[in-house]
Protein backbone atom coordinates (compact mmCIF):
# COMPACT_ATOMS: atom_id res chain seq x y z
CA UNK A 1 0.00 0.00 0.00
CA UNK A 2 1.30 3.22 -1.13
CA UNK A 3 1.01 5.88 1.69
CA UNK A 4 3.23 9.26 0.71
CA UNK A 5 3.92 11.45 3.19
CA UNK A 6 4.64 15.30 2.45
CA UNK A 7 5.47 18.30 4.67
CA UNK A 8 4.67 21.62 4.59
CA UNK A 9 7.61 23.77 6.02
CA UNK A 10 7.35 26.28 8.68
CA UNK A 11 7.62 29.90 7.97
CA UNK A 12 9.39 31.02 11.65
CA UNK A 13 13.15 29.48 12.28
CA UNK A 14 13.94 27.00 15.00
CA UNK A 15 16.42 27.60 17.79
CA UNK A 16 18.59 25.55 20.19
CA UNK A 17 18.31 25.77 23.44
CA UNK A 18 21.37 25.10 25.40
CA UNK A 19 21.50 24.30 29.47
CA UNK A 20 24.40 24.34 31.92
CA UNK A 21 26.55 21.75 31.38
CA UNK A 22 25.52 19.64 27.63
CA UNK A 23 23.49 20.35 25.22
CA UNK A 24 19.92 19.22 25.29
CA UNK A 25 18.00 19.81 21.49
CA UNK A 26 14.51 18.61 22.76
CA UNK A 27 11.92 17.64 19.56
CA UNK A 28 7.92 18.23 20.30
CA UNK A 29 6.16 15.52 18.42
CA UNK A 30 2.33 15.05 18.00
CA UNK A 31 -0.12 13.07 15.91
CA UNK A 32 -3.24 14.77 14.99
CA UNK A 33 -6.67 15.31 13.46
CA UNK A 34 -9.04 18.02 13.89
CA UNK A 35 -7.72 19.11 16.96
CA UNK A 36 -8.02 22.54 16.40
CA UNK A 37 -9.83 23.27 19.61
CA UNK A 38 -6.35 22.08 21.43
CA UNK A 39 -4.02 22.53 18.56
CA UNK A 40 -2.49 26.27 20.15
CA UNK A 41 -1.89 25.06 23.64
CA UNK A 42 -0.36 21.85 22.69
CA UNK A 43 2.26 23.73 21.07
CA UNK A 44 2.42 26.84 22.79
CA UNK A 45 3.73 25.02 26.34
CA UNK A 46 6.58 23.93 24.25
CA UNK A 47 7.76 27.21 23.10
CA UNK A 48 11.25 27.99 24.33
CA UNK A 49 11.72 24.92 25.78
CA UNK A 50 11.93 22.87 22.01
CA UNK A 51 14.29 22.93 19.76
CA UNK A 52 11.87 22.04 16.72
CA UNK A 53 7.94 21.19 16.77
CA UNK A 54 6.49 18.71 14.53
CA UNK A 55 2.62 18.16 13.58
CA UNK A 56 1.85 15.01 11.80
CA UNK A 57 -1.69 15.58 10.44
CA UNK A 58 -3.41 11.92 10.02
CA UNK A 59 -6.52 13.70 7.85
CA UNK A 60 -7.60 17.41 9.77
CA UNK A 61 -10.37 18.49 7.95
CA UNK A 62 -10.66 22.06 10.15
CA UNK A 63 -7.86 24.41 10.59
CA UNK A 64 -5.76 22.25 12.70
CA UNK A 65 -2.79 22.21 10.00
CA UNK A 66 -3.74 26.05 9.59
CA UNK A 67 -3.06 27.19 13.23
CA UNK A 68 0.16 24.96 13.70
CA UNK A 69 2.02 26.41 10.77
CA UNK A 70 0.61 29.96 11.54
CA UNK A 71 2.47 29.20 14.98
CA UNK A 72 6.16 27.97 13.47
CA UNK A 73 5.34 24.30 13.78
CA UNK A 74 6.97 21.64 11.01
CA UNK A 75 3.90 19.96 9.60
CA UNK A 76 4.08 16.55 7.98
CA UNK A 77 0.85 14.69 6.67
CA UNK A 78 0.67 11.07 6.99
CA UNK A 79 -2.01 8.73 5.70
CA UNK A 80 -4.20 7.55 8.47
CA UNK A 81 -3.91 3.32 8.44
CA UNK A 82 -5.67 2.53 11.70
CA UNK A 83 -2.94 1.98 13.33
CA UNK A 84 -1.50 5.29 16.19
CA UNK A 85 1.66 3.13 16.35
CA UNK A 86 2.97 3.75 12.57
CA UNK A 87 2.15 7.28 12.47
CA UNK A 88 4.34 8.27 15.72
CA UNK A 89 6.49 6.24 14.58
CA UNK A 90 6.65 8.98 11.40
CA UNK A 91 7.19 11.56 13.50
CA UNK A 92 9.39 10.46 15.43
CA UNK A 93 11.09 9.77 12.19
CA UNK A 94 11.01 13.52 11.25
CA UNK A 95 12.77 14.12 14.46
CA UNK A 96 16.28 15.41 14.57
CA UNK A 97 16.49 16.63 18.73
CA UNK A 98 18.19 13.98 21.12
CA UNK A 99 15.00 13.65 23.29
CA UNK A 100 11.65 13.73 22.16
CA UNK A 101 8.67 15.04 24.22
CA UNK A 102 5.56 13.16 22.26
CA UNK A 103 2.76 14.50 24.23
CA UNK A 104 -0.63 14.22 22.54
CA UNK A 105 -2.97 17.45 21.28
CA UNK A 106 -4.69 17.28 24.16
CA UNK A 107 -1.96 16.75 26.82
CA UNK A 108 0.03 19.59 28.29
CA UNK A 109 2.63 20.40 31.00
CA UNK A 110 1.64 23.90 32.95
CA UNK A 111 4.02 26.53 32.74
CA UNK A 112 5.89 25.77 36.43
CA UNK A 113 6.12 22.06 35.04
CA UNK A 114 7.57 23.40 31.71
CA UNK A 115 10.78 25.29 32.95
CA UNK A 116 12.12 22.47 34.72
CA UNK A 117 11.69 19.98 31.32
CA UNK A 118 15.18 20.66 30.58
CA UNK A 119 17.15 21.02 33.50
CA UNK A 120 16.01 16.98 34.52
CA UNK A 121 16.85 16.01 31.50
CA UNK A 122 20.28 18.09 31.42
CA UNK A 123 20.79 16.22 35.01
CA UNK A 124 20.26 12.78 33.41
CA UNK A 125 22.30 13.21 30.60
CA UNK A 126 25.02 14.93 32.61
CA UNK A 127 25.40 11.78 34.91
CA UNK A 128 27.42 8.91 33.19
CA UNK A 129 25.39 6.37 34.83
CA UNK A 130 21.87 7.41 33.82
CA UNK A 131 23.45 8.74 30.62
CA UNK A 132 24.10 5.13 29.11
CA UNK A 133 20.79 3.81 30.92
CA UNK A 134 17.99 6.27 30.99
CA UNK A 135 16.17 5.58 27.36
CA UNK A 136 12.95 7.25 28.83
CA UNK A 137 11.19 8.97 31.66
CA UNK A 138 8.41 8.44 32.91
CA UNK A 139 5.97 10.83 34.85
CA UNK A 140 2.41 11.09 36.27
CA UNK A 141 -0.37 11.36 33.75
CA UNK A 142 -2.85 13.29 35.49
CA UNK A 143 -6.22 12.62 33.97
CA UNK A 144 -8.99 15.99 34.57
CA UNK A 145 -12.29 15.57 34.73
CA UNK A 146 -14.98 18.16 33.13
CA UNK A 147 -14.68 20.28 36.01
CA UNK A 148 -10.86 20.62 35.19
CA UNK A 149 -9.54 18.52 38.46
CA UNK A 150 -7.66 15.80 38.65
CA UNK A 151 -9.87 12.48 38.49
CA UNK A 152 -7.26 9.44 37.66
CA UNK A 153 -3.45 9.92 38.22
CA UNK A 154 -1.22 6.71 35.88
CA UNK A 155 2.13 6.73 34.86
CA UNK A 156 3.21 7.36 31.13
CA UNK A 157 6.80 7.74 29.39
CA UNK A 158 6.50 10.76 26.55
CA UNK A 159 9.52 11.98 27.55
CA UNK A 160 12.56 9.79 25.59
CA UNK A 161 15.74 9.52 23.50
CA UNK A 162 15.72 9.80 20.22
CA UNK A 163 17.24 6.24 19.74
CA UNK A 164 16.17 4.09 16.58
CA UNK A 165 15.42 1.25 19.52
CA UNK A 166 13.06 3.36 21.40
CA UNK A 167 9.71 3.12 19.41
CA UNK A 168 5.52 2.68 19.43
CA UNK A 169 4.09 -0.68 19.76
CA UNK A 170 0.30 -1.68 19.13
CA UNK A 171 -2.43 0.06 16.80
CA UNK A 172 -4.17 1.22 19.90
CA UNK A 173 -3.50 2.33 23.21
CA UNK A 174 0.45 2.02 21.94
CA UNK A 175 3.20 1.95 24.24
CA UNK A 176 6.91 2.48 23.61
CA UNK A 177 8.70 -0.74 23.36
CA UNK A 178 11.36 -0.43 25.88
CA UNK A 179 12.38 -4.45 26.98
CA UNK A 180 14.32 -3.31 30.07
CA UNK A 181 12.45 -1.07 33.21
CA UNK A 182 15.87 -0.12 34.42
CA UNK A 183 15.88 1.32 30.92
CA UNK A 184 13.01 4.14 32.03
CA UNK A 185 13.62 6.61 34.68
CA UNK A 186 10.65 7.38 37.24
CA UNK A 187 10.09 11.24 37.62
CA UNK A 188 7.75 12.90 40.00
CA UNK A 189 8.77 16.45 38.95
CA UNK A 190 6.83 16.85 36.07
CA UNK A 191 2.97 16.19 35.61
CA UNK A 192 1.05 15.49 32.46
CA UNK A 193 -2.23 16.97 32.19
CA UNK A 194 -4.56 15.22 29.92
CA UNK A 195 -8.36 16.75 28.87
CA UNK A 196 -9.16 14.38 26.49
CA UNK A 197 -11.68 12.20 28.15
CA UNK A 198 -13.71 14.87 29.70
CA UNK A 199 -17.50 14.10 28.32
CA UNK A 200 -17.21 16.88 26.34
CA UNK A 201 -13.75 16.40 24.60
CA UNK A 202 -14.51 12.52 24.26
CA UNK A 203 -18.05 13.43 22.42
CA UNK A 204 -16.70 15.86 20.27
CA UNK A 205 -13.91 13.85 18.95
CA UNK A 206 -16.17 11.17 18.47
CA UNK A 207 -13.15 8.82 19.94
CA UNK A 208 -15.40 6.27 21.51
CA UNK A 209 -16.15 4.79 18.02
CA UNK A 210 -13.16 5.34 16.99
CA UNK A 211 -11.50 3.30 19.47
CA UNK A 212 -13.86 0.43 20.01
CA UNK A 213 -13.27 -0.07 15.71
CA UNK A 214 -9.62 -0.40 16.41
CA UNK A 215 -9.68 -2.36 19.82
CA UNK A 216 -12.12 -4.95 17.85
CA UNK A 217 -9.37 -5.20 14.84
CA UNK A 218 -6.84 -5.68 17.74
CA UNK A 219 -9.06 -8.06 19.98
CA UNK A 220 -9.65 -10.46 16.47
CA UNK A 221 -6.11 -11.05 15.70
CA UNK A 222 -5.32 -11.41 20.00
CA UNK A 223 -8.29 -12.73 21.08
CA UNK A 224 -7.27 -13.80 24.94
CA UNK A 225 -5.50 -10.61 25.41
CA UNK A 226 -7.26 -9.29 28.44
CA UNK A 227 -5.69 -5.40 28.48
CA UNK A 228 -7.28 -5.16 25.12
CA UNK A 229 -10.53 -6.50 26.62
CA UNK A 230 -10.02 -3.88 29.54
CA UNK A 231 -9.90 -1.15 26.81
CA UNK A 232 -12.59 -2.12 25.03
CA UNK A 233 -15.01 -2.40 28.37
CA UNK A 234 -13.89 1.50 28.96
CA UNK A 235 -14.46 2.69 25.53
CA UNK A 236 -18.00 0.55 25.02
CA UNK A 237 -18.74 1.97 28.26
CA UNK A 238 -18.78 5.19 27.19
CA UNK A 239 -22.04 4.48 24.64
CA UNK A 240 -23.66 4.52 27.82
CA UNK A 241 -26.38 2.22 25.65
CA UNK A 242 -28.17 -0.65 27.61
CA UNK A 243 -25.98 -3.30 25.21
CA UNK A 244 -23.23 -1.83 25.61
CA UNK A 245 -23.18 -1.53 28.88
CA UNK A 246 -24.14 -5.48 29.75
CA UNK A 247 -20.53 -5.72 27.34
CA UNK A 248 -18.54 -3.56 29.26
CA UNK A 249 -19.85 -5.80 32.75
CA UNK A 250 -19.19 -8.65 30.70
CA UNK A 251 -15.53 -7.58 29.74
CA UNK A 252 -14.79 -6.11 32.90
CA UNK A 253 -15.66 -9.38 35.27
CA UNK A 254 -13.66 -11.44 32.90
CA UNK A 255 -10.30 -8.91 33.49
CA UNK A 256 -11.81 -8.81 37.37
CA UNK A 257 -11.33 -12.66 37.79
CA UNK A 258 -8.50 -12.44 36.28
CA UNK A 259 -5.13 -14.16 38.25
CA UNK A 260 -2.65 -11.92 36.31
CA UNK A 261 -1.71 -10.64 32.40
CA UNK A 262 -3.16 -7.21 33.46
CA UNK A 263 -2.00 -4.02 33.72
CA UNK A 264 -2.61 -3.19 37.44
CA UNK A 265 -4.39 -0.21 36.35
CA UNK A 266 -6.58 -1.29 33.76
CA UNK A 267 -7.64 -4.10 36.60
CA UNK A 268 -8.40 -1.65 38.79
CA UNK A 269 -10.79 0.11 36.59
CA UNK A 270 -12.31 -3.46 36.51
CA UNK A 271 -12.73 -3.53 40.39
CA UNK A 272 -13.95 0.10 40.78
CA UNK A 273 -16.66 -0.55 37.82
CA UNK A 274 -18.42 -3.60 39.78
CA UNK A 275 -17.85 -2.06 43.17
CA UNK A 276 -19.00 1.60 42.49
CA UNK A 277 -21.67 -0.51 41.11
CA UNK A 278 -22.11 -2.13 44.60
CA UNK A 279 -22.42 0.88 47.17
CA UNK A 280 -24.86 2.40 45.18
CA UNK A 281 -27.64 -1.05 44.39
CA UNK A 282 -29.86 -1.31 46.80
CA UNK A 283 -29.27 -4.98 47.82
CA UNK A 284 -25.88 -7.00 49.08
CA UNK A 285 -23.91 -8.49 46.29
CA UNK A 286 -21.32 -10.92 47.75
CA UNK A 287 -19.80 -10.86 44.32
CA UNK A 288 -18.70 -7.49 44.45
CA UNK A 289 -17.61 -8.36 47.99
CA UNK A 290 -15.26 -10.79 47.04
CA UNK A 291 -13.93 -8.40 44.42
CA UNK A 292 -13.00 -6.36 46.82
CA UNK A 293 -11.42 -8.89 48.84
CA UNK A 294 -9.57 -10.40 45.86
CA UNK A 295 -8.23 -6.79 45.02
CA UNK A 296 -7.06 -5.87 48.63
CA UNK A 297 -5.21 -9.76 48.89
CA UNK A 298 -3.28 -8.69 45.58
CA UNK A 299 -2.80 -5.38 46.72
CA UNK A 300 -2.81 -4.83 50.21
CA UNK A 301 -1.15 -1.63 50.52
CA UNK A 302 -3.26 -0.03 47.82
CA UNK A 303 -4.99 3.12 49.26
CA UNK A 304 -7.96 3.28 47.19
CA UNK A 305 -8.60 -0.69 47.44
CA UNK A 306 -8.88 0.14 51.39
CA UNK A 307 -11.21 2.74 50.71
CA UNK A 308 -13.37 0.75 48.73
CA UNK A 309 -13.02 -1.84 51.36
CA UNK A 310 -13.99 0.93 53.74
CA UNK A 311 -17.25 1.81 51.72
CA UNK A 312 -18.49 -2.39 51.58
CA UNK A 313 -18.09 -2.01 55.52
CA UNK A 314 -20.25 0.90 55.43
CA UNK A 315 -22.85 -0.65 53.37
CA UNK A 316 -23.07 -2.86 55.85
CA UNK A 317 -23.55 -1.08 58.82
CA UNK A 318 -20.15 -1.73 59.87
CA UNK A 319 -19.17 1.93 60.32
CA UNK A 320 -16.39 2.16 63.27
CA UNK A 321 -14.58 -0.80 60.76
CA UNK A 322 -15.04 1.22 58.31
CA UNK A 323 -13.83 4.60 60.18
CA UNK A 324 -10.45 2.50 61.12
CA UNK A 325 -9.64 2.04 57.97
CA UNK A 326 -10.53 5.16 56.85
CA UNK A 327 -8.21 7.10 59.37
CA UNK A 328 -5.31 4.65 58.73
CA UNK A 329 -5.74 5.87 54.81
CA UNK A 330 -5.66 9.20 55.64
CA UNK A 331 -2.51 9.08 57.59
CA UNK A 332 -1.05 7.47 54.90
CA UNK A 333 -2.15 9.63 52.49
CA UNK A 334 0.52 12.10 52.42
CA UNK A 335 3.35 9.93 51.44
CA UNK A 336 1.49 7.67 48.96
CA UNK A 337 3.21 7.23 45.81
CA UNK A 338 1.34 6.46 42.31
CA UNK A 339 1.80 2.66 43.21
CA UNK A 340 -0.58 3.12 46.00
CA UNK A 341 -3.37 4.89 44.71
CA UNK A 342 -4.42 6.61 41.54
CA UNK A 343 -7.59 7.61 42.62
CA UNK A 344 -7.95 8.54 46.07
CA UNK A 345 -4.46 10.77 45.77
CA UNK A 346 -5.90 12.55 42.69
CA UNK A 347 -9.39 13.06 43.95
CA UNK A 348 -10.09 12.48 47.96
CA UNK A 349 -13.31 13.69 48.21
CA UNK A 350 -15.08 9.79 47.88
CA UNK A 351 -12.57 9.02 50.91
CA UNK A 352 -13.87 11.67 52.72
CA UNK A 353 -17.44 11.11 51.50
CA UNK A 354 -17.21 7.76 52.92
CA UNK A 355 -15.88 9.06 56.56
CA UNK A 356 -19.14 11.29 56.89
CA UNK A 357 -21.01 8.17 56.41
CA UNK A 358 -18.79 6.64 58.75
CA UNK A 359 -19.03 9.12 61.23
CA UNK A 360 -22.85 9.63 60.82
CA UNK A 361 -23.32 5.84 62.02
CA UNK A 362 -21.46 6.02 64.67
CA UNK A 363 -22.97 9.21 66.05
CA UNK A 364 -19.85 11.14 65.99
CA UNK A 365 -20.94 14.66 65.21
CA UNK A 366 -17.33 16.41 64.83
CA UNK A 367 -16.13 13.67 62.56
CA UNK A 368 -19.31 14.38 60.17
CA UNK A 369 -18.50 18.11 60.30
CA UNK A 370 -15.00 18.37 59.71
CA UNK A 371 -15.09 15.12 56.80
CA UNK A 372 -18.12 17.28 55.13
CA UNK A 373 -16.60 20.22 55.37
CA UNK A 374 -13.26 19.39 53.87
CA UNK A 375 -15.45 18.25 51.24
CA UNK A 376 -17.36 21.05 50.70
CA UNK A 377 -14.25 23.38 50.31
CA UNK A 378 -13.28 21.03 47.46
CA UNK A 379 -17.14 20.93 45.39
CA UNK A 380 -19.88 22.77 47.47
CA UNK A 381 -22.08 21.81 44.84
CA UNK A 382 -22.52 18.23 46.80
CA UNK A 383 -25.75 17.80 47.95
CA UNK A 384 -25.25 14.24 48.94
CA UNK A 385 -22.66 15.62 51.27
CA UNK A 386 -24.75 18.51 52.50
CA UNK A 387 -27.61 17.17 53.38
CA UNK A 388 -26.18 15.20 55.91
CA UNK A 389 -23.64 17.74 56.96
CA UNK A 390 -27.23 19.73 57.74
CA UNK A 391 -29.01 16.97 59.25
CA UNK A 392 -26.46 16.10 61.48
CA UNK A 393 -26.38 20.01 62.77
CA UNK A 394 -30.17 20.04 63.08
CA UNK A 395 -30.13 17.13 65.32
CA UNK A 396 -28.06 18.43 67.42
CA UNK A 397 -30.33 21.63 68.00
CA UNK A 398 -27.79 24.15 66.03
CA UNK A 399 -30.03 26.93 65.79
CA UNK A 400 -30.91 28.23 62.48
CA UNK A 401 -28.78 31.49 63.14
CA UNK A 402 -26.02 29.46 63.84
CA UNK A 403 -25.91 26.98 61.35
CA UNK A 404 -26.24 29.72 58.65
CA UNK A 405 -23.08 31.33 60.36
CA UNK A 406 -21.23 27.86 60.20
CA UNK A 407 -21.91 27.51 56.27
CA UNK A 408 -20.11 31.20 55.86
CA UNK A 409 -16.80 29.83 55.76
CA UNK A 410 -18.28 27.64 52.79
CA UNK A 411 -20.31 29.35 50.76
CA UNK A 412 -21.40 32.76 49.79
CA UNK A 413 -24.75 34.12 51.77
CA UNK A 414 -25.05 36.91 49.28
CA UNK A 415 -25.10 34.69 46.64
CA UNK A 416 -28.65 33.37 45.45
CA UNK A 417 -26.84 29.85 43.86
CA UNK A 418 -25.06 28.60 46.98
CA UNK A 419 -28.39 29.92 49.00
CA UNK A 420 -30.61 27.93 46.55
CA UNK A 421 -28.01 24.88 46.81
CA UNK A 422 -28.49 25.07 50.89
CA UNK A 423 -32.35 25.75 50.78
CA UNK A 424 -32.85 22.23 48.40
CA UNK A 425 -30.39 20.39 50.59
CA UNK A 426 -32.31 21.41 54.16
CA UNK A 427 -35.78 20.38 51.89
CA UNK A 428 -34.40 17.35 51.23
CA UNK A 429 -33.65 16.26 55.05
CA UNK A 430 -37.02 17.93 56.49
CA UNK A 431 -35.43 21.07 57.71
CA UNK A 432 -38.57 23.34 56.96
CA UNK A 433 -37.40 25.99 59.50
CA UNK A 434 -33.64 26.30 57.79
CA UNK A 435 -34.83 25.89 54.28
CA UNK A 436 -37.43 28.95 54.64
CA UNK A 437 -35.23 31.25 56.25
CA UNK A 438 -32.49 30.74 53.60
CA UNK A 439 -34.80 31.36 50.71
CA UNK A 440 -36.21 34.80 52.96
CA UNK A 441 -32.54 35.85 52.51
CA UNK A 442 -32.18 34.71 48.77
CA UNK A 443 -35.66 36.72 47.92
CA UNK A 444 -34.13 39.91 49.70
CA UNK A 445 -31.20 39.30 47.82
CA UNK A 446 -33.08 39.33 44.42
CA UNK A 447 -35.52 41.95 45.31
CA UNK A 448 -32.76 44.18 46.11
Not at 244 to 267: N, P, T, W
Request: aromatic share 8%; with cysteine; glycine share 4%.
Amino acid sequence: MSNKKNKRKSSKPTKSVKTRDTEVRLSQCMIVKNEENNIKRALEWARGVAFEQIVVDTGSTDRTVEVAENLGAKVYHFEWIKDFSAAKNYAIEQASGNWIAFLDADEYFTPGDTKRVLPILNRIDSDDTMRNKVMAMSNPWVQLGDDGKPIEVHQQERLFRNDPAVRYIGRIHERLDIKKIENIHYNDELNIMHTGYTTEAYLDTKKASRNIELLRIELADNPNDLNLKAYLADAVKAEEDEKSLAEADELYMEVAKSQGGVIDILQKRAYKHFLDKYIMADEIIPEYEELCQKALSEQPNDLDYRCYFAAILNRNGKHQQALDVLLDCEGRLPNANINDSTIISANPQFMFGQMVLASQGIGDVAGVIKYATMILIIDKTKSEILSPYLYTLVKQNVSVEEILSILTGIYNLNDPQDLLLIARAAKDIGAIELARAVMDIAGRIING
